[in-house]
């Protein structure tokens, strides 16, 4: 069946670096790819979105880039806070049913 | 600033015993989701609706678990017999397109 693998499961970073986090999807129907971030004991919340006939998003620090024809995308975040710190999840959608990626748990450190 | 909202935030239940999580969807909203979310297994979905029709409920084990929405304001996830390994979190999303906004979730704990 379809799925969506997530790289890398843990990644920490020092306070004001970079953080980048990959994904690839297994159903070429799928044309809508959001980002999750849950904090601890918190609900999933929308971070940033694409669409499959974008490339690159952008929203302040945060930006996401999708390849369709490798069915890759990647979240990246600049100038990391330790505000950042929780559990990413990126996830494919082909039509209404959404595939969620495993998660990647970001530590940020002060 | 419209939520989802679920009943109870947690449960903590024996074996064997019945138990029904309810959610009530944004106003507005056409689609709802039922997800279980573990540590081993991430998010799972579980089930949706549109228009309070199931549409997949291909996640879902069939034997001890319905999921039903008897009107536009309240969907609802029944386990029945639950059972150990039904200890989880479970949420409920809706959406109105594509964008899915996320309840805060029940807790389940079963003994």
């Known amino acids: 069946g379809e799925n969506v693998e997530q790289h890398p499961s843990t990644l920490s970073v020092q306070e004001g670096d970079s953080a980048v986090i990959k994904c690839t999807y297994s159903?070429?129907?799928?044309?809508?790819f959001p980002w999750y971030k849950q904090e601890l004991g918190k609900r999933p919340q929308l971070i940033i979105d694409?669409?499959?006939?974008?490339g690159e998003k952008k929203d302040q620090r945060i930006a996401v880039t999708l390849n369709k024809t490798a069915k890759h995308f990647s979240l990246h975040i600049t100038e990391t806070q330790p505000e950042d710190s929780a559990v990413y999840f990126c996830?494919?959608?082909?039509?209404?049913?959404?595939?969620f990626g495993p998660g990647t748990s970001l530590s940020v450190i002060p | 600033d419209a939520r989802v909202t679920q009943t109870p935030r947690d449960k903590v239940t024996e074996m064997g015993q019945e138990v029904t999580m309810r959610c009530q969807p944004i106003?507005?909203?056409?689609?709802v989701f039922w997800y279980r979310q573990t540590m081993m297994q991430g998010l799972e979905l579980l089930a949706y609706?549109?228009?309070?029709?199931?549409?997949?409920d291909s996640g879902m084990p069939k034997d001890r678990f319905s999921a039903e929405m008897p009107d536009a304001t309240l969907a609802t996830l029944k386990i029945q017999p639950s059972e150990p390994r039904d200890s989880a979190v479970y949420f409920c999303?809706?959406?109105?397109?594509?964008?899915?906004?996320f309840g805060p979730g029940t807790r389940l704990t079963v003994l």
């Open positions: 106003l507005g909203h056409n689609t």
């Open positions: 996830a494919a959608t082909s039509y209404d049913k959404v595939i």
């Open positions: 999303a809706s959406a109105s397109s594509v964008e899915q906004f």
């Open positions: 609706f549109r228009n309070r029709a199931p549409l997949d």
């Open positions: 159903d070429s129907a799928s044309n809508y």
């Open positions: 694409i669409r499959s006939n974008v």
